[in-house]
């Protein structure tokens, strides 16, 4: 079934309790080979059936890039993802925005990580436009300021103040970084209908692209 928004909605199922069980599976090869049998195929389907409703939405070609954890020889990964920048080759150095899984939950968001050059050139424009922000951006929605850390704040618990010295860190911070999404409990009943869930995540990255437009 095709929507008005340009993406086409075919088997996908959703996730499941036991995709989340797979960050509770210790070592890394095992938690590895769970991961890539039960998880990526789901996230490489993500990728293929939103990039074209990003690619509409942003104005410019936008690929899809699953997490692969290559680097990892020890610990196993906390995390994993499908992010979509308007880069071939990778995602980390652009403004992007990404799906994936904590153990506990599922995330949507805009990310812009230590990786990046557009760092202050988002928290510039952003910090000109707190009010738009907090005009635009729901009040449920969940910023952090580091990746590798499940959760966040809310925009509301953080109010202009929260959100204007997380802005100002990343300007100045190398290290630092501003993720902007939405956050999914893992037994939420939308996580296993495939297609409600497409569009919740079609409804959150249409809601974080102006974050997404202030970053050039």
């Given at each position: 079934?095709t929507?008005?928004?340009?993406s086409?909605?075919?088997?996908f199922?959703?996730?499941?309790s036991?995709?989340?069980?797979?960050?509770?599976?210790?070592?890394?090869?095992?938690?590895?080979?769970?991961?890539?049998?039960?998880?990526?195929p789901?996230?490489?389907?993500?990728?293929?059936?939103?990039?074209?409703?990003?690619?509409?939405i942003?104005?410019?070609?936008?690929f899809?890039?699953?997490?692969?954890?290559?680097?990892?020889?020890?610990?196993?990964?906390?995390?994993?993802?499908?992010?979509?920048?308007?880069?071939?080759?990778?995602y980390?150095?652009?403004?992007?925005f990404?799906?994936?899984?904590?153990?506990s939950h599922?995330?949507?968001?805009?990310?812009?990580?230590?990786?990046s050059?557009?760092?202050?050139?988002?928290?510039?424009?952003?910090l000109k436009?707190?009010e738009?922000?907090?005009?635009?951006?729901?009040?449920h929605?969940?910023?952090?300021?580091?990746?590798?850390?499940?959760?966040?704040?809310?925009?509301?618990e953080?109010?202009?103040?929260?959100?204007?010295?997380?802005?100002?860190?990343?300007?100045?911070?190398?290290?630092s970084?501003a993720?902007?999404?939405?956050?999914?409990?893992?037994?939420?009943p939308?996580l296993?209908?495939?297609?409600?869930?497409?569009?919740?995540?079609?409804?959150?990255?249409?809601?974080?692209l102006?974050l997404?437009?202030m970053?050039?």
């Open positions: 079934m929507l008005t928004t340009g086409t909605i075919g088997a199922v959703g996730f499941t036991d995709d989340f069980d797979v960050f509770a599976i210790p070592g890394l090869e095992p938690r590895m080979d769970a991961l890539i049998s039960r998880i990526r789901k996230l490489n389907e993500l990728g293929e059936q939103l990039a074209p409703f990003l690619t509409e942003c104005g410019e070609p936008m899809p890039h699953v997490a692969k954890h290559a680097r990892r020889t020890i610990n196993p990964p906390n995390d994993t993802w499908v992010a979509f920048a308007p880069g071939k080759r990778g980390k150095m652009f403004p992007h990404q799906i994936g899984l904590f153990g599922l995330f949507v968001q805009f990310a812009i990580i230590y990786e050059d557009n760092k202050s050139v988002f928290a510039e424009h952003a436009q707190l738009d922000i907090e005009r635009h951006i729901p009040a929605y969940v910023w952090s300021g580091n990746h590798m850390v499940p959760g966040g704040d809310t925009q509301a953080l109010g202009r103040d929260g959100l204007a010295k997380l802005l100002e860190r990343l300007r100045a911070v190398k290290a970084e993720l902007c999404g939405i956050i999914i409990d893992r037994e939420d939308v296993s209908d495939g297609q409600a869930f497409i569009a919740k995540v079609e409804e959150t990255f249409r809601t974080v102006p997404y437009k970053s050039f």
